[in-house]
C-alpha cells in the first residue's frame, strides 16, 4: 500500500523491459488497484533548434468495463491527480492528467480510455509571474530564482540542471552563469502597470539570449546549449535543489548512435519509413530589445526603516538636529534651526545610474509639525560624480546642480528651496535634470544630501522628508526618444532567402540600470555590458552572440531525418545516424512502451563558426519602428 497511489499499471514489452504507471489520487488511502492498459511517451514538435521549451507528455490508454469505468479519474481541475511512469525501476515521467485529454472509445462491454498527462510546462502559459501567495516579484533576483518561481507554478517539484557555457566578462568560465546574473522583476509587469507576464513569457525571456533549452525527464528539468552538442556530446550540468542553490556538478555523455540491424546497432531503423528532407539556412535575423524604464530608480522612495536605524536607498550622515527613527516608520525627521552650523549634512540618498543623453525626475514631499510662522530654506546638494561617492564626498570628478536646476557647475554650493509664511503642512518640490555634464564619460552617478531646515524667525518646528521619488526620462539620439534597439544578422556569401522572424526580448545589457530590461553582475549594482562564449576569446553583447549563434546553427541547408529505430532513445540525445555525416537534433518524438519503438524527426546541427567576413552585424537604435529585415546580398 502506498499512500495516494490508487491504479497502478504493470507490464514487460516484447524485449522485456519493464514498465510501470501510477495513478495518484491525492488523500486515496487503500489498496492499490493492478489494471490493464500501456502508456506512450511523447515530446511536442518544435520547428527551430532553439526554441526553449521541450514539454513532455504521456498518453495512458486503460482497458475499462462495466465494474472499472475509471469515472473517478475524470475531472476538470486541473493539477488534481499525479501520474509516474517508470521504465525499468527508473522514474521517466512525473505530471498531471491533463482534463482535455480524456477519450473515451466504447466496443461492445469493454472500452478504452483514453488520457493525456503533461509535465506542466503547457501551464505556463497562462500563469502569472507571481510568489506562491500571488503576488508580483518585484527587485532584483537571480535568474535561477526567477527560472524556480516560474517553473514551480507548473505544480510538480524537480531539480533543476543547467548547462550555459556564456559568461560576462570578468566572470570565471564554468560558474553556473544563473546563480551570477540578476533581472528586475518589475520587468515582467508589461507596460500597463497591471498586467503580469505569464511564467512561459519569464523562461523564454531568460533562456532565449543564452540560446538555452528547457526540458523534462522524470524528477529533473534540464537546460542546455544546443549549440555545445556540435563538438562536444559530454555536458557537464550544475545541479540544483529544490530551492535554486546549486549544490554539484553531473557529467551525462548524450551521444547516442542509429544504424541498421544488419550491422549489429543496438538501436536501428525499423518499419522502412525513413526519409530525409531538406530545410534552407537563414539568411537574414533581427532581434529587437524594448528597454522598459524603471518606474523608479530609488527604490525605497518612502524612506522605509525595517530597524528603526538605518533606511534603505540611503546614507545617514550625521544624526545632529534630528529625530530618532521608528521601527517600522518612514519618512526622515529634522529638528529646523535658526543659527549656525546649519550646513550639516544628516541624509543623502544613495547614488543612481545617469547614462549618456539621460535624464531624471525628481519629485520630494515634506510635511512640517508645530509650524508657527516664517519662512523656512530647506538646503540640500545635488550632485553627479565619475565615481559612487561616499560622505564626506572624495574622489572622482564631482559636478552640482545649480541654483537655476538647468546646468551642472563646479561650485559647492546648496540650492535652497525657499518656502514662505504660506506654508502647509504638506509640500512637494520637483524638477528634471539637466543631462549629464561633458566632463562625465560613461556613467554618472547621481546623489541628492539634504542638509538640516533653515527657519529665519527665530521659530524652531520639525521638517520631515517623507519622500524622493527619482523617475527616468526616456534617452534621447538626435532629440528622438529611443525605447530600444535592434541587432541584424545577415549573411554575406550565398545568401538565403529565408528571413526569420523578428525576435522580441525583454532583457538585455546596458550601461546604466534606468531600464526594467537591464541585467546585473553579481554585485547587483553593475550592469552586464559584454560577455564571452567558454573556451572563445571575445567580448560581445549578449544579443549579438544569441543572435550569430541563431545564424550559425542554421548557416547551411540542413538534412531533417524522418522515421521509426527499434529500441529506447532518451529525447535527452545528440544523435549520429550510421553513414551519414552530421550530427542530430530531436526535434519531435513518441515512444512506443509496449513495441519498444521510437519514432523520431531529427534535424541536422551545425556549430562551425562563421568568419566574420561573411557575416554582417548592424546594431540600430529602436525609435518605434520595427522593420523586418531584407536580405542585401
Known sequence: MADGIKYKIEYYDIVNIKHRCHIIIDGYIGEEIFIQGSVRLDYGAVENPLDVIRSQGLRVDLEANSELTFEDLYSEKEKSIEIHYFRDEELYFKGWLNPEGWYEDFVNSDWIVSFDCVDGLGYLSSYSFVDENGIPITGKITQAQALFKALARTGISKNMNVSIGIYYTGLTAGVPILDYVYVVGDRY?????????????????????????????????????????????TVVFNKYTLEGVAYQSVALNLLKTIGSDIEGYEIRHCNQNQKFKIEASIGAYRISYKYGLLDKLLQNSDLYS??????????????????????????????????????????????????DDVTVNVKMEFSTQDYDGGVVYYPMYILISDVPQQAPFSGGDVYYLQDDFTSWGAANVPTDQIFGSGITDKIAFEFTTPVKPAGITGIGYLHIAFRTPIQNNGYRYLVTLDSLLIT?????????????????????DNPSSKIQDIKQVATGDNTAGVYKGTIYKSDQTTPTFSWYRK????????????????????????????????????????????NVSGRFLIMQYSYDTKNNVTSLVMRQILGAEIPEEDLEYDFENDYGNTVKPTIKG
Open 189 to 233: 509587469i508589461k507596460d500597463d502597470a497591471k498586467t503580469i507576464m505569464s511564467c512561459e513569457e519569464v523562461i523564454l525571456d531568460i533562456l532565449e539570449p543564452y540560446g538555452a533549452i528547457l526540458t523534462s525527464f522524470g524528477d529533473n528539468w534540464y537546460i542546455y546549449k544546443p549549440n555545445e552538442l556540435y563538438s562536444n556530446s
Open 306 to 355: 525595517a530597524d528603526g536605524v538605518s533606511i534603505d536607498g540611503f546614507q545617514i550622515v550625521n544624526y545632529e538636529n534630528v529625530e530618532p527613527l521608528e521601527i517600522g516608520g518612514y519618512g526622515f525627521t529634522f529638528k529646523c534651526v535658526t543659527t549656525q552650523p546649519f550646513s550639516v549634512q544628516n541624509i543623502r540618498s544613495k547614488f543612481v545610474e545617469i547614462d
Open 472 to 492: 527616468p526620462n526616456q534617452k534621447l539620439a538626435n532629440d528622438t526618444p529611443v525605447i530600444g534597439e535592434f541587432h541584424t544578422f545577415q549573411r554575406k
Open 535 to 578: 573556451g572563445i576569446a571575445e567580448s560581445k553583447k549578449l544579443l549579438r552572440i544569441m543572435g550569430e549563434e541563431t545564424m550559425r546553427i542554421s548557416q547551411l541547408p540542413t538534412r531533417v531525418y524522418s522515421g521509426d529505430v527499434f529500441g529506447y532513445i532518451e529525447f535527452l540525445s545528440i544523435v549520429e545516424i550510421a
